[in-house]
């Protein structure tokens, strides 16, 4: 039997694939689709056990990012969106910093935190300026953001208690090495638009790109190897060969040395923790640091049932804890006994729902930052990925639209 032929074979269904065939079929490329897990999503994923829904680490949707804003239907996403403000356990007790336009009343507290002093004021002021400034300006810092905050003058609480657990959880840095522009991008999309949750889980992100492609998309198939000719790719799979005039290689970071000419990127990992409980430990509808000297690894906690009550069964609140691998990760015993104490309860008779442990869950970002990565990779191979682009949900749909125009480009197709 001769090969299956298509136009175009995108090898993975994560965001940047799906995003990238998207694009190609709404030109009129004839495109198909190979994923090797059983679900498309890639690490933008949700399990769903005991009708709770628990997205594969704890993830957000910033409704603030470019690609988002111009590709996706935010609203028939149902998104429910975290409170604007912090929680902060620290060994002198708990605090919440939140926007005083929505709690006037928590400013009184927050002056006595001693978080607010002038001098660390005006340094977060002066490092977080830049992030909403011209964007052009802002990629060009070549500074770790370690050494940004250094230079912005930002010490103290505010710095090691809130800043840097905060963004510890986001880009899973240990050392502060991470680029200060790829930091401060995110902090911009903090700023623009309150993140949130799908009614449905994470899922429902790539579930919504999928479901205009219809039938091109095949799960459960494993691609074992690319080879380019000199007019076309052979895509080998356990059960057959397929043949495309082009490929876009697609997968997770890990994954990509296997198939392409490429180093595997440096990645960072995490581990989350999901429970539920038939009480609600707090009222709280934010994010909840863990700043406190023994903390380590263990960086964030939420009710996120409090923000997006689909998450959870009626009758039932679910609770996420969130470590990151380069900080340290703690038994699944002292994470329970973390959260007791957070939330002034007794976490042990809490149900453990599932652990996720994912080493490869961002691209590393180190300074000085290549923003925009090539996503050519030969003739008629080409890749897509957050570690093409940034290591976010913006980076993996950008970097899937960067590879669709090229190869539209290539094809002589229009879009």
């Not at 001769?2 to 995003?19: K, N, Y």
């Not at 001098?119 to 909403?132: D, T």
């Not at 930002?154 to 899973?172: D, K, M």
């Not at 009550?309 to 703690?330: E, F, W």
């Amino acid at each position: 039997m001769s090969p299956t032929t298509h136009d175009v074979v995108v090898i993975g269904a994560g965001l940047a694939g799906l995003q990238c065939a998207q694009r190609l079929a709404g030109a009129g490329v004839d495109v198909h689709v190979l994923e090797a897990d059983d679900h498309v999503g890639g690490r933008v994923s949700t399990d769903v056990v005991d009708g709770h829904l628990c997205d594969r680490g704890f993830q957000v949707l910033n409704p603030s990012y470019p690609r988002v804003r111009h590709d996706i239907d935010v609203d028939a996403l149902g998104l429910s969106r975290f409170g604007r403000g912090v929680e902060v356990v620290r060994d002198t007790g708990r605090v919440a910093l939140v926007d005083p336009t929505r709690k006037p009343g928590a400013l009184g507290s927050m002056v006595r935190s001693g978080y607010l002093t002038p001098g660390q004021l005006s340094g977060l002021v002066r490092w977080a300026a830049p992030a909403l400034g011209p964007v052009g300006r802002l990629v060009r810092d070549e500074r770790t953001w370690a050494k940004s905050l250094d230079d912005a003058g930002l010490h103290g609480g505010l710095r090691t208690e809130v800043v840097e657990r905060f963004v510890a959880g986001v880009v899973l840095d240990g050392d502060g090495s991470s680029s200060a522009a790829f930091v401060r991008l995110l902090v911009r999309s903090f700023i623009l638009a309150t993140p949130g949750l799908p009614r449905d889980g994470m899922r429902a992100l790539p579930q919504q790109i999928v479901a205009e492609l219809g039938d091109c998309v095949t799960t459960g198939v494993r691609v074992t190897a690319v080879d380019q000719r000199s007019d076309h790719v052979t895509i080998r799979t356990a059960a057959e060969s397929v043949t495309a005039r082009k490929v876009v290689v697609a997968v997770g970071p890990q994954h990509l040395a296997d198939l392409v000419d490429l180093p595997a990127p440096q990645t960072k990992g995490l581990v989350t923790w999901w429970f539920s409980s038939k009480e609600r430990p707090d009222s709280s509808d934010m994010l909840v640091l863990d700043a406190r000297t023994d903390a380590a690894g263990f960086v964030n906690t939420a009710v996120v049932s409090n923000a997006a009550p689909s998450y959870a069964p009626a009758g039932r609140h679910l609770i996420q804890a969130t470590a990151v691998d380069a900080l340290g990760v703690p038994s699944d015993a002292e994470v329970v006994r973390r959260l007791g104490s957070m939330y002034d309860c007794r976490a042990q008779d809490w149900d453990l729902l599932v652990r996720h442990d994912i080493p490869h869950a961002l691209p590393a970002q180190p300074a000085p930052i290549e923003m925009r990565k090539p996503v050519r990779a030969g003739d008629h191979v080409f890749v897509a990925g957050d570690h093409r682009d940034t290591a976010s949900i913006q980076g993996a749909l950008a970097s899937g639209t960067r590879a669709a125009r090229e190869v539209l480009a290539d094809l002589g197709a229009g879009g």
